[in-house]
C-alpha cells in the first residue's frame, strides 16, 4: 500500500470514525464516503453529510461525471469519442490551431497563470522532458535490475521543448496551437488540483453544502461537519522517523502535498522520483515533501509542485505574493519548517 493510499485512508477513517449526527428541522445528516480507481490513475473519494442515501447518491453522479470530464480532457495518452483533450493537442503541435471545449482552454490558461506566478516552475508545457522519466520508470518496474536513466543528451534536447510562449491561446479560450512541433503538454503538476476545484464547484451547485473531495491525496473540503467541526488531514513523515505527527483543519480549503515517496525508481542504489525540476530537467531531492494549504485547490497544487523544487527561502517569497497560503516543508530525517501563520490551522 502506497503512502499516498494510506494517507486517503487514514483521513477516510478519521472521518468515519466521528460520526456525530445533528439534527436539522428534525433530520439528521450521516457521513457517507464513496471511492472510484479509474480517474487521473488514481483514487477519488467523496466524503459528504447528508440526510440520506439517495441525496449522497445523485452527489456520486455529479462527483464521477466531472470527474470523468476532466480525466478525459486532460488525459495525454488516449482518445475519447467526441472529446478534443490534450493528447490532441500533443498530436497536432506544430500544425494548425485546434478548436478545444472551453474549459479545456480555461485550464490551459491556468496553466499559463501557474508558471509565472511559479516564476517557471510549474511547467505544463515540460511534456517532452516528463515522458523520458515516465518510460524510464516504466522500464525499472518492469525490470528492477536493468533500471536505467534517460540520456542527458535526450533530456538536453527535450529541455529546448518547453518553451511556454510555444502555447497560443484565443482570447475566448476556444482554440489552441503548439508553435513547436516537438512540444507535448502534460497536466501532471496541476490537473488533480484543477479538477479538484471543478468537482467542489458541480457539489455546491447541486446542493451538498458539506463534503471533502480527496483526490490522490489533493484534498479539498467545503463546509462544516456536524456541530461546526472543521474537516481534519494528516501530513506523512519520512517512515520510521519523528516529525510532524499533528492534524491539520480544513475550513473549506485544499492541501496538496507533493512529494518523492510515492512515484520512483531507483538506478545504482539512488532513489529517483517523479517530480522534475523544469529548469533542470531532473529531479530535485531537497524535501521528503511540501504541503500547500490554501482556498483554491489548483493553486495548492501548482504551489507544492513549484515550491518543491526550489529552495525554501525562494519558496517563501513566492508564497508572500500569494493571500492566504501557507505551507510546510518536511525533510527526510522528519525535521519541518513551516510559514508563520501555518499552525493557525493544526490542532
Request: hydrophobic share 40%.
Amino acid at each position: 500500500m502506497t503512502v499516498r493510499i494510506r494517507r486517503a485512508l487514514a483521513t477516510v477513517l478519521a472521518i468515519l470514525l466521528c460520526l456525530p449526527l445533528f439534527s436539522a428541522c428534525g433530520r439528521q445528516k450521516e457521513a457517507h464516503s464513496h471511492t472510484v480507481f479509474h480517474y487521473f490513475d488514481t483514487f477519488c473519494t467523496l466524503t459528504a453529510y447528508t440526510e440520506n442515501q439517495a441525496d449522497f447518491n445523485y452527489y456520486i453522479t455529479v462527483f464521477e461525471e466531472t470527474l470523468k470530464e476532466y480525466h478525459e480532457l486532460l488525459d495525454i495518452y488516449h482518445t475519447y469519442e467526441g472529446v478534443v483533450n490534450l493528447k490532441t493537442i500533443n498530436d497536432g503541435a506544430g500544425g494548425e490551431a485546434i478548436s478545444v471545449d472551453p474549459r479545456l482552454g480555461a485550464f490551459l490558461r491556468f496553466g499559463k497563470t501557474a508558471y509565472e506566478k511559479t516564476e517557471g516552475y510549474t511547467n505544463i508545457a515540460i511534456g517532452s522532458v516528463l515522458s523520458l522519466w515516465h518510460d524510464a520508470r516504466a522500464r525499472a518496474t518492469e525490470a528492477p535490475e536493468a533500471a536505467t536513466l534517460p540520456s542527458p543528451t535526450a533530456i538536453t534536447e527535450a529541455m529546448a521543448h518547453t518553451d511556454m510562449n510555444d502555447l497560443i491561446l484565443s482570447d475566448d479560450n476556444t482554440a489552441v496551437r503548439l508553435l513547436d512541433p516537438q512540444m507535448s503538454l502534460d497536466a501532471g503538476a496541476v490537473g488533480k488540483g484543477y479538477a479538484a476545484n471543478e468537482v467542489a464547484r458541480a457539489l455546491r451547485e447541486a446542493g451538498c453544502d458539506a463534503f471533502l473531495v480527496n483526490l490522490g491525496g489533493n484534498l479539498l473540503s467545503h463546509g462544516e461537519k456536524p456541530k461546526g467541526e472543521d474537516w481534519l488531514a494528516g501530513i506523512d513523515t519520512p517512515e520510521g522517523k519523528q516529525g510532524f505527527e499533528k492534524s491539520v483543519r480544513l475550513p473549506s480549503l485544499s492541501l496538496v502535498t507533493s512529494g518523492s515517496s510515492q512515484r520512483f525508481f531507483t538506478v545504482n542504489g539512488k532513489v529517483y522520483h517523479h517530480i522534475i525540476d523544469p529548469n533542470t530537467g531532473y529531479p530535485e531531492n531537497r524535501y521528503f515533501s511540501v504541503s500547500v494549504l490554501c482556498a483554491d485547490s489548483a493553486l495548492a497544487d501548482t504551489l507544492s509542485t513549484a515550491l518543491f523544487c526550489m529552495s525554501e527561502e525562494d519558496g517563501k517569497r513566492i508564497l508572500s505574493g500569494v493571500d492566504g497560503a501557507e505551507a510546510i516543508w518536511i525533510f527526510a530525517d522528519g525535521s519541518y519548517h513551516t510559514t508563520d501563520c501555518f499552525f493557525e490551522y493544526v490542532e
